[in-house]
């Protein structure tokens, strides 16, 4: 054990390939004095038993940046290290057994060619042709992936260690981290235990790549790391006479996916209901060990592949595979730094896509610790999505029993969890739900997405065309634009930022100039040091020392870390206040003769404008009505204390009977945004996208003093814009907009969009997306260009502009 140092930059906990992959690069950054830790053997875990599929294409630009980075460079390891990682580009193909089916795959085709992977569509025939052992019977369509390829993963991983080696790492097997150690919420160290020996290394950083045991290991910091096994299969056939190489196949319809490996046929399954394992923690001396058959498990989906590819039926089973995998409540991993240790930094959590996303992930998190920022947009996998609450671990054993299926469901949009639902309700919950509402989940929180009508079934009907709520959507918008609406935003994050420094404190942080009278209400982004938006908020001035800020749901945790991260000596205290009050935005041109039949105070524009918040009378109790809209039209958010939300609620819907009310769910709110082209944080806008780029520049004010990111506005002004959020209607109201269709400019791909819907007023649908242009370019030239859109191969024209195309002016909002 004396080559355990006593001190260290940095310790990467688990020898699997994430491990490895963060060590090679880190290594390759120019890191010393980097330690890995292995408990048992290098692989031992989950990695050498992988199937070895590395397929490029995923659901958005950057993960699909970061499969086809670890395609190359698992193509190049060899050369470099002298390992052979067993890469083989053999392409893939995905077949549709269903016209819905068709439908998906005909749109990721689309977006392959946004994100320059090369991909050809194939007919049946054409299936047939490159894979002749399949029964092609009800196939109606495929896709072919050239570059996508199948590897070792043990011997990749092994690879990569050897890299890092050789750039100076100390990878170490048979050493345990027993405890990571603090102090003053920044790590210190680890404790280590390696054959009847303890020890420490002293380290202001430790990487958690701890696979499955990875949760657990977290929990003793109190890091939330919301994993859990489940039991993935695999069977290998005996050698099968005279099979050539063969590309990887997935047929999503039946679950399965086939690789072709020295003439034998290896076919996993991603089944419908999976089975959580490891309920009790994982063993202690897990090492390359296998998990019990369950031949009963796998029969369904082995009857369907020999009728599939009836050359399995004369092939003898040579091995039944069964191994645990780490799988997330959302089917995404996690990467980055725990919000509440600093040090403490976490790549773990695969979702049973490990070995095609450690290279990727591992870079990009290798240059996230060395810059101190994220190299680009990684909020979908970023560990400050995780909620608290995701610790409980009924909660994760119940999901991941859904999600380990969902990679081989149909993606279709608005597509809903099924399991551990309800553990976060606003208090308007049951008095919505007994009014018809269908709800959606984000952050734990049930939302009501749409309201059914007397007698219609409250189940999403998914499709990629209309779904069976779609005409609701319809009544809830206009309802919005043309009478008056009642939402429940009670999901909406809620944070007081109170103290002798705050006014200031917030002035450093946000682009917009927040020292404003109390009342006042301003529009702002939190921008990082690049001009990149990290956050999208509301900030209201209470009094003097205390501001109250609004944030998606979903992003709460990562704005307040970004908060604490910069209080420094700041005299300030922030509070997540979220739970206490319900939000009931009240929208639509008759919100004010609603309200006026409720409240005795003085709505009038003079009184109460735009922008501005002051505490109401609503029946007997009290709310903080906020002039403010996301739907684009007049009206308040209600924030209400939740004691009081049922009473407020209430008196607002027994008077809403004399003027239409209509309860609206989140569908409409989005539909109606859209129209407005506001931004939603996480598609259209994110730590990447420069504010003015996304045309937010109307809420930066360079004048008020420094802040952060100022200096990239200054710059950004001077030397041009080098892209423009451009707001698109199809001129044909048929075709549906999701996000991610390929925008053409003259006829080339030169971007995708970022956020669809339906424009229910403007009567089409509606996308937002970037467009590259010429820091010259006039708004006019970059208009006066040729728009479509690529939506599953078909291509439709597109209205395009810069201002909303629902009220440009926003009087509306005003009125
Ligand atoms: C049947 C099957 C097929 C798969 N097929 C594919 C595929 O085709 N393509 C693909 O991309 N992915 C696939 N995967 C997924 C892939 O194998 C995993 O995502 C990946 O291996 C996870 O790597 P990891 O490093 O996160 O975890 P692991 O490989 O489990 O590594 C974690 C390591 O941490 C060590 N450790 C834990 N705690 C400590 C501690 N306290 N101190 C020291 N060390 C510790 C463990 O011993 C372990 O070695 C498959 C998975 C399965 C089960």
């Keep these: 054990m004396t080559e355990i140092p006593a001190k260290a930059r940095v310790v990467i906990i688990g020898g699997g390939i994430s491990g490895c992959s963060?060590?090679?690069?880190?290594?390759?950054?120019?890191?010393?004095?980097?330690?890995?830790?292995?408990?048992?053997?290098?692989?031992?875990?989950?990695?050498?038993?992988?199937?070895g599929l590395i397929g490029q294409l995923r659901a958005s630009q950057n993960m699909t940046r970061l499969a086809k980075y670890s395609a190359d460079l698992y193509a190049k390891l060899e050369a470099e290290t002298g390992l052979a990682t067993g890469f083989r580009q053999c392409g893939s193909i995905t077949v549709a057994l269903t016209e819905e089916r068709r439908e998906e795959i005909l749109r990721q085709a689309a977006l392959a060619r946004a994100f320059g992977v090369e991909v050809n569509e194939l007919s049946p025939a054409e299936v047939l042709a490159r894979y002749p052992h399949l029964n092609i019977a009800d196939v109606v369509a495929g896709v072919h992936l050239p570059g996508d390829g199948q590897a070792d993963p043990g011997n990749i991983a092994l690879a990569l260690a050897k890299g890092a080696r050789t750039r100076g790492a100390k990878i170490l097997e048979q050493v345990k981290v027993t405890r990571i150690t603090t102090a003053g919420g920044t790590v210190t160290g680890v404790d280590w235990e390696a054959q009847g020996d303890k020890g420490h290394i002293a380290c202001d950083l430790v990487v958690n790549c701890g696979g499955m045991w990875g949760r657990d290991l977290a929990a003793q910091n109190d890091v939330t790391l919301p994993l859990h096994a489940c039991e993935h299969f695999y069977i290998v056939t005996e050698n099968i006479p005279g099979l050539a190489q063969l590309p990887v196949l997935r047929v999503p319809d039946e679950c399965a996916y086939y690789k072709e490996d020295a003439g034998k046929i290896l076919l996993g399954a991603f089944e419908p209901k999976a089975k959580p394992w490891g309920m009790g923690g994982i063993p202690e001396d897990f090492c390359f060990d296998q998990l019990p058959e369950d031949i009963a498990h796998f029969e369904p989906i082995l009857e369907k592949a020999i009728s599939r590819m009836p050359i399995l039926h004369s092939a003898g089973i040579h091995t039944f595979f069964?191994?645990?995998?780490?799988?997330?409540p959302d089917d995404r991993y996690y990467l980055g730094e725990a919000p509440n240790l600093r040090g403490y930094w976490v790549a773990a959590g695969y979702n049973s896509i490990g070995i095609v996303s450690s290279g990727g992930a591992g870079m990009a998190l290798a240059q996230w610790m060395n810059d101190?920022?994220?190299?680009?947009?990684?909020?979908?996998v970023d560990i400050r999505r995780a909620q608290p609450f995701q610790r409980n671990r009924r909660y994760l054993k119940e999901r991941v029993s859904e999600t380990l299926g969902l990679l081989y469901a149909d993606h279709f949009p608005y597509r809903q969890m099924e399991t551990s639902r309800g553990v976060r309700r606003s208090p308007l919950h049951d008095h919505l739900k007994a009014r018809g509402a269908v709800f959606g989940e984000v952050a734990g929180w049930e939302r009501a997405n749409w309201f059914a009508t007397h007698g219609q079934e409250r189940e999403y009907r998914l499709s990629w065309k209309r779904q069976n709520w779609f005409a609701n959507q319809c009544t809830e918008h206009m309802a919005l634009r043309t009478g008056v609406g009642l939402l429940d935003m009670s999901s909406f994050g809620k944070i007081r930022v109170e103290g002798r420094d705050a006014a200031a404190f917030l002035q450093r942080l946000c682009a917009n100039d927040v020292d404003v009278p109390a009342g006042r209400i301003v529009y702002t982004q939190m921008l990082n040091a690049r001009g990149g938006i990290e956050s999208d908020l509301t900030v209201t001035r209470l009094s003097e020392t205390a501001f109250?800020?609004?944030?998606?749901?979903?992003?709460?945790q990562r704005d307040l870390v970004w908060l604490r991260k910069h209080l420094a000596d700041a005299f300030v205290t922030i509070t997540d206040v979220t739970a206490a009050e319900a939000v009931l935005p009240l929208m639509g041109p008759r919100a004010r003769d609603l309200l006026r039949r409720i409240s005795p105070d003085d709505l009038s524009n003079a009184a109460h404008p735009f922008g501005t918040a002051r505490e109401i009378e609503i029946g007997l109790g009290l709310a903080r009505a906020h002039r403010v809209s996301y739907v684009g039209e007049l009206g308040w958010e209600l924030y209400v204390s939740a004691d009081q939300a049922a009473h407020v609620f209430e008196t607002l819907v027994t008077a809403g009977a004399e003027?239409?009310?209509k309860l609206c769910g989140l569908h409409a709110m989005d539909s109606c945004r859209i129209e407005k082209a506001y931004r939603h944080f996480g598609h259209d806008i994110t730590d990447e996208d420069h504010v003015l780029e996304a045309g937010l520049g109307f809420a930066v004010k360079t004048e008020k003093g420094d802040f952060i990111g100022r200096e990239s506005v200054l710059r950004k002004r001077e030397s041009g814009l080098s892209r423009r959020m451009v707001q698109f209607r199809l001129r044909d109201p048929e075709p549906l907009l999701f996000h991610n269709e390929p925008i053409l400019r003259d006829g080339k791909i030169v971007g995708q969009l970022t956020s669809g819907n339906y424009g229910?007023?403007?009567?089409?649908?509606?996308?937002?997306?970037y467009v590259p242009c010429r820091p010259d370019e006039t708004a006019a030239e970059l208009l006066a260009a040729h728009y479509t859109i690529d939506?599953?191969?078909?291509?439709?024209?597109?209205?395009?502009?810069?201002?909303?195309?629902?009220?440009?002016?926003?009087?509306?909002?005003?009125?």
């Design 760 to 769: 229910h007023a403007l009567g089409g649908a509606i996308g937002l997306g």
């Design 659 to 661: 003027v239409g009310l």
């Design 22 to 51: 963060v060590a090679y690069h880190l290594a390759r950054l120019g890191w010393t004095d980097i330690v890995l830790l292995e408990r048992k053997q290098l692989t031992s875990g989950t990695t050498w038993h992988a199937a």
């Design 791 to 815: 939506v599953a191969g078909r291509i439709f024209e597109a209205e395009a502009s810069l201002a909303p195309l629902y009220d440009p002016q926003s009087t509306r909002v005003r009125a």
């Design 322 to 328: 069964n191994g645990p995998e780490s799988f997330t």
């Design 548 to 556: 109250f800020l609004v944030v998606p749901g979903a992003t709460l």
């Design 372 to 380: 101190g920022e994220a190299p680009f947009d990684l909020w979908e």
